[in-house]
Nanobody
């Protein structure tokens, strides 16, 4: 299983970025795929959880109304649209996948065995 993130970069405050997470060698059509982020010196924070077998999506309070996750099963990809970015959103962003619907623990990093390599987001 390989997850590959892309779309990170450097933007000014108020800007937007769209991250992608594509699975290779694995079909993520019945998984929970969560976007995590980790800022220097901090733990991993789950910010958006997507269950690819349904419209189910959950968000952390810190990003509600600004970030939108979605999935395209035909492309085997989960997206993460981030608008109105703030300096505190600066972090390495990772996607992680786990089989099944993690409705109550989608934000817990230890529930996920498959991780991408991460993509850096910097907001100044």
């Amino acid at each position: 299983v390989q997850l590959v993130e892309s779309g990170g970069g450097s933007v000014p405050a108020g800007g937007s970025l769209r991250l992608s997470c594509t699975a290779a060698g694995y079909t993520i059509n019945r998984d929970t795929v969560t976007w995590f982020r980790q800022a220097p010196g901090k733990g991993r924070e789950g910010v958006a959880g997507v269950f690819t077998g349904s419209p189910y999506i959950r968000y952390a309070n810190s990003v509600k109304g600004r970030f939108t996750a979605s999935h395209d099963n035909a492309e085997n990809t989960v997206y993460h649209q981030m608008n109105n970015l703030k300096p505190e959103d600066t972090a390495m962003y990772y996607c992680a996948a786990s089989i099944g619907r993690h409705e109550t623990d989608w934000y817990k990093a230890d529930r996920f065995a498959n991780w991408g390599q991460g993509t850096q987001v910097t907001v100044s």
